[in-house]
């Protein structure tokens, strides 16, 4: 049901299967990346304390995807790109079959951001939604504090026609069990087929 390869100008994704993902290096990029204290600020995951705990994270990508409940991608730099093959994040999307929509989301390690990548993983998965999956909207949402990823946010929110929907009260449960606002933005197939033909 869902690509198994999505390449796009400079960026490849694979799903986040085990034998997708070399266990070592995810390990040490989920648990000891330089910054990965920041990258994990705004996130409803701490920093992995086990191997046990990554390698339960590579199989939670490969059910859920069994299971046609998400697509979730190992993301990639292409040749050319600095950094080119390593592990960049990891990105995806939900699916709501009843609503219609799919659910948004990514993660990128550090020396990774301000590339544009997020925007660019964004308009492939939105692409896969809606011209492949047919469903009705993209959502997309980000901790109210989260100032680079409202940036990214909303540069491609704008950029396919969609709107910024508002603050969702307490709907954010982090593992330490606090509770915390999201800002959530939404593209409608009818948006993005306007923005993109």
């Given at each position: 049901?869902?690509?198994?390869?999505?390449?796009?100008?400079?960026?490849r994704?694979?799903?986040?299967?085990?034998?997708?993902?070399?266990?070592?290096?995810?390990?040490?990029?989920?648990?000891?990346?330089?910054?990965?204290?920041?990258?994990?600020?705004?996130?409803?995951?701490?920093?992995?304390?086990?191997?046990?705990?990554?390698?339960?994270?590579?199989?939670?990508?490969?059910?859920?995807?069994?299971?046609?409940?998400?697509?979730d991608?190992?993301?990639?730099?292409?040749?050319?790109?600095?950094?080119?093959?390593?592990?960049?994040?990891?990105g995806?999307?939900?699916?709501?079959?009843?609503?219609?929509?799919a659910?948004?989301?990514?993660?990128?390690?550090?020396r990774?951001?301000?590339?544009g990548?997020?925007?660019?993983?964004?308009?492939?998965?939105?692409?896969?939604?809606?011209?492949?999956?047919?469903?009705?909207?993209?959502?997309?949402?980000?901790?109210?504090?989260?100032?680079?990823?409202?940036?990214?946010?909303?540069?491609?929110?704008?950029?396919?026609?969609?709107?910024?929907?508002?603050?969702l009260?307490?709907?954010?449960?982090?593992?330490?069990?606090?509770?915390?606002?999201?800002?959530?933005?939404?593209?409608?197939?009818?948006?993005?087929?306007?923005?993109?033909?």
């Open positions: 049901m869902f690509p198994e390869t999505i390449e796009t100008d400079r960026l994704l694979e799903p986040r299967w085990p034998e997708n993902v070399d266990l070592d290096a995810c390990y040490r990029i989920c648990s000891s990346d330089p910054e990965i204290d920041e990258v994990t600020e705004y996130v409803t995951w701490n920093p992995h304390e086990t191997k046990k705990e990554t390698l339960e994270f590579l199989e939670r990508g490969r059910e859920r995807w069994a299971d046609n409940e998400a697509a991608y190992v993301i990639r730099p292409r040749d050319g790109e600095d950094g080119a093959g390593e592990i960049a994040g990891f995806g999307f939900e699916v709501d079959w009843e609503r219609r929509t659910e948004l989301g990514t993660w990128l390690r550090k990774f951001w301000g590339r990548y997020s925007g660019e993983r964004a308009a492939a998965l939105m692409r896969v939604a809606f011209a492949d999956l047919d469903l009705d909207v993209v959502a997309v949402s980000h901790h109210p504090d989260n100032d680079n990823s409202r940036r990214a946010v909303e540069r491609y929110v704008d950029r396919f026609g969609g709107r910024r929907e508002g603050r009260r307490n709907t954010l449960t982090f593992l330490d069990g606090s509770v915390h606002d999201e800002v959530r933005y939404t593209i409608s197939q009818a948006e993005w087929r306007a923005a993109t033909e």
